[in-house]
């Protein structure tokens, strides 16, 4: 298994026809290139009431993300083997990002909205610099 999803094995196993043990197992063939994603986290906004910004109450909303106001995303990324080349933010539609960013810290901020429209999906996409990519997505409810 691998938890962390950094590529690298949780559970140690013996080496057939030794004493050895592998602490630290590879969950793909070693290739001699980076074919790990990079880990990508969606750190802002979480499950909460949220009042341009600012998180309120999330003790009362442990299962949704209401935003009043802006959306705010703040994303961690990262990739030990080769680093991040860019984070990509979409809104709603999966084909088009909004925002491509390449520096960090990751982030962006939709000030404009609509009357009709308050349930959005936020999705994030990391590239490392390597071509291997990995998503987040937030489902949020915004009024204002």
């Known amino acids: 298994t691998d938890g962390d999803g950094d590529g690298i094995g949780d559970t140690p196993y013996q080496i057939f026809d030794g004493f050895n043990l592998d602490r630290y197992p590879y969950m793909a063939p070693y290739t001699g290139g980076d074919t790990i994603p990079p ?8 499950n909460g009431l949220y009042l341009r910004g600012l998180r ?5 909303f442990k299962h949704q993300t209401i935003l009043l106001g ?11 083997h080769s680093g991040i080349e860019k984070v990509e933010f ?6 088009h990002p909004v925002l491509v960013d390449e520096d960090a810290p990751y982030s962006w901020t939709r000030e404009k909205g609509t009357v009709l429209n308050h349930q959005h999906t ?3 996409i990391a590239y490392d610099t390597a071509g291997n990519y990995n998503i987040e997505s937030l489902e949020v409810r915004r009024y204002l």
């Open 70 to 80: 802006d959306i705010m995303v703040e994303v961690d990324a990262s990739d030990v």
């Open 39 to 46: 880990v990508v986290k969606i750190t802002s906004p979480q």
């Open 122 to 124: 936020i999705i994030v």
């Open 90 to 95: 979409y809104l709603d539609d999966p084909m």
């Open 56 to 60: 309120l109450f999330p003790q009362l």
